[in-house]
């Protein structure tokens, strides 16, 4: 029997997050509906757009750019600092939603998720009513849209929930595949990025109809394994199943912070040293997972950049454990040069639910009862709610943005 699969895809999901929960707590302003963006620093100017308005579409700002050339787009532009905790309970109650019908959820991203919906007609009913059924008790439930795509493999599910924002359902089977997918501009097939398209375009190539009908060899000839690869998903090709993960497949979390000034003694550098540990580790135990490896990185203000990691002895996701590590990774690099940029990452995850005791270390349970306070205290107030007190007369804390240049919960690059 032919597999159908879902992909659901959240609209604007910080944006579309961050406005619901800021209309449910008496908020008149729909963010939604006005130029309006998430990411970076909007006090500082600094940092990247992490995702727009569907208004602030029309002043051209794209996601990645820096918030200095979106204002300058559109100096009205509202911008918003993220908040990750927020995001990862909007996200964990979508997928707590799709528990609900699926046995088999593939968490795709923080805002996406693939749902294998094969053999399930005569539970559920048809797909695509099913699919209408999904995205408007997610919108009633929830406050946000989604966009659902149907097919019966990956790649066209997801290319379909492209096909048509916000708030839609939309097939692309393999018989529809000429008439819809194949008239789209070659950068709208998965896989094709900025690097391959004007490699393509200068082949006479512009529709992903076009690779679709190149000979399969020859294009592999030209870009090798890649070009294989795109010929295939132009033809709608490809078999990766739907695996049961409803955790993200998170690769590294990590913040970094631009400072405006120069920084040349060591207590000021670890106390935005610790902030951002803060920042990273309320992210990593909202994302379920503890890390075994701690990196910094530090750029002088005459741009000399380099990094630093280590590996714990135990995985963990304390604030004083990480912070203690990033301590000595700090001392251990820094040659006293005038510090402009520092950044704090984990990688190399375990599920958290499998912690592993230390003998040597009584004092972890107590550790962790604090962070979840503190993590609790921040989520039902704001972060602004409880903080250390070597912050109490420094605006240091307030100089961290919710993202720097290294960015959280990164897209997967493959589907495989």
Request: hydrophobic content about 35%; glycine content about 6%; charged content about 25%.
């Amino acid at each position: 029997m032919s597999r159908i699969i879902f992909h659901v895809d959240v609209n604007s999901a910080y944006l579309s997050w961050e406005a619901t929960y800021r209309l449910q707590h008496g908020e008149t302003l729909d963010l939604r509906t006005i130029p309006s963006a998430i990411g970076g620093n909007p006090k500082k100017r600094h940092g990247i757009i992490l995702t727009k308005s569907i208004p602030a579409k029309k002043y051209k700002i794209k996601t990645g750019e820096s918030l200095m050339e979106a204002y300058k787009k559109c100096p009205n532009l509202h911008v918003v600092a993220p908040n990750y905790a927020l995001y990862m309970k909007c996200s964990n109650a979508l997928t707590d939603i799709f528990k609900e019908y699926f046995h088999k959820i593939d968490r795709y991203s923080i805002d996406e998720s693939f749902l294998d919906f094969t053999n399930m007609e005569h539970i559920l009913g048809p797909p695509v009513e099913f699919a209408y059924f999904l995205k408007n008790r997610i919108k009633k439930e929830l406050g946000f849209t989604v966009s659902v795509g149907i097919s019966s493999n990956k790649l066209l599910a997801k290319m379909a929930s492209d096909m048509k924002k916000p708030d839609a359902v939309t097939t692309l089977f393999p018989d529809e595949i000429k008439e819809k997918m194949w008239p789209l501009p070659i950068e709208d097939l998965f896989m094709v990025g900025r690097a391959t398209s004007p490699k393509l375009r200068r082949m006479g190539i512009h529709t992903i109809g076009d690779i679709a009908k190149m000979d399969h060899q020859l294009i592999k000839a030209m870009l090798k394994s890649h070009g294989s690869m795109i010929w295939n998903y132009a033809n709608g090709i490809e078999y990766s199943e739907v695996k049961k993960n409803d955790k993200l497949n998170i690769k590294g979390i990590g913040n970094s912070t631009t400072i405006s000034f120069d920084v040349t003694n060591e207590k000021e550098a670890l106390m935005f040293i610790l902030s951002l540990c803060e920042t990273v580790t309320t992210r990593l135990r909202e994302s379920g997972y503890i890390a075994r490896t701690v990196v910094i990185s530090i750029k002088t203000n005459t741009f000399n950049h380099w990094s630093h990691q280590c590996k714990l002895n135990f995985a963990t996701n304390n604030t004083t454990k990480i912070f203690q590590a990033a301590k000595k990774l700090f001392r251990e690099s820094w040659n006293k040069e005038p510090i402009r940029h520092l950044g704090v990452r984990v990688t190399d995850f375990e599920p958290g639910e499998f912690v592993q005791l230390n003998l040597f270390d009584d004092d972890t349970e107590k550790q962790e009862k604090l962070d979840k306070v503190i993590d609790d205290l921040r989520n039902r107030f704001s972060s602004k709610a409880i903080s250390r007190g070597c912050f109490a007369n420094s605006d240091i804390k307030g100089m961290i943005g919710g993202v720097g240049d290294e960015d959280d919960y990164p897209m997967m690059r493959s589907l495989l």
